[in-house]
């Protein structure tokens, strides 16, 4: 029974960051909440040493398209510099949810020199495979006669130690990285 305790104590170590909804500011030990408004955070923790706001992107469907230069045989003694289609889709949320080589889907490929796999966020593809030389994005279509609404990310950073950065969509805190 003891046994039981401390797995169950250790999982709730591991995972309660993850669910976390309360974070002590940066620079001191006030609580702040997701939710909470920008001015909020900033009388308890105090004013950031970086605040940045822009037009959030919605992340939409996507998918990238490369090119990767490959040394191909041509019949004859001399090699021919080419190049090899790579394509990678995205789901709404930025997982690669299909990976196709030369128009074969793979579950996984090293054709980028690193590894890239099913799953991969967008991120980790552009660092495996730099910047894609095309990007198809699904459109999303607003009702007729009405405009699609843009949202506000805000991104403030503390220089404690380590830095903090609390991100904020539309006035209203969302997490930290």
Same mark, same amino acid.
């Given at each position: 029974? #003891?046994? =039981?305790?401390?797995?169950? &104590? ?6 309660? !960051?993850?669910?976390?909804?309360? /974070? ?9 909440? =997701? ?25 939409? !469907?996507?998918?990238?398209? /490369?090119?990767? @230069? ?5 019949? =004859? ?9 790579? @394509?990678?889709?995205? $789901?709404? @949320? ?8 030369? %128009?074969?889907?793979? %579950? @996984? &490929? ?19 495979? %730099? #910047? !894609? ?15 699609? !609404?843009? &949202? ?5 950073? /503390?220089?404690? =130690? ?7 969509? $539309?006035?209203?805190?969302? %997490? #930290?990285?």
């Amino acid at each position: 029974m #003891k046994r =039981n305790n401390f797995i169950y &104590s250790l999982l709730g170590l591991i995972l309660a !960051p993850q669910f976390c909804f309360a /974070y002590f500011c940066p620079t001191n030990f006030n609580q702040i909440n =997701n939710g909470d408004t920008i001015d909020q955070v900033k009388q308890l923790c105090g004013n950031p040493d970086l605040e940045v706001t822009k037009d959030a992107v919605p992340n939409v !469907p996507q998918e990238w398209t /490369y090119f990767i @230069s490959q040394t191909v045989s041509m019949g =004859n003694l001399e090699p021919a510099q080419g190049t090899l289609k790579t @394509s990678v889709s995205f $789901d709404q @949320s930025g997982k690669a949810i299909n990976i196709s080589v030369n %128009g074969v889907g793979v %579950g @996984s &490929s090293l054709i980028c020199g690193g590894n890239i796999q099913l799953g991969d966020t967008e991120e980790a593809i552009k660092n495996a495979c %730099g #910047k !894609p030389a095309f990007i198809n994005k699904q459109q999303e279509q607003p009702a007729p006669g009405t405009q699609t !609404p843009t &949202s506000k990310m805000t991104e403030l950073t /503390y220089h404690s =130690n380590p830095p903090t950065v609390l991100m904020f969509k $539309d006035g209203l805190l969302t %997490g #930290k990285k």
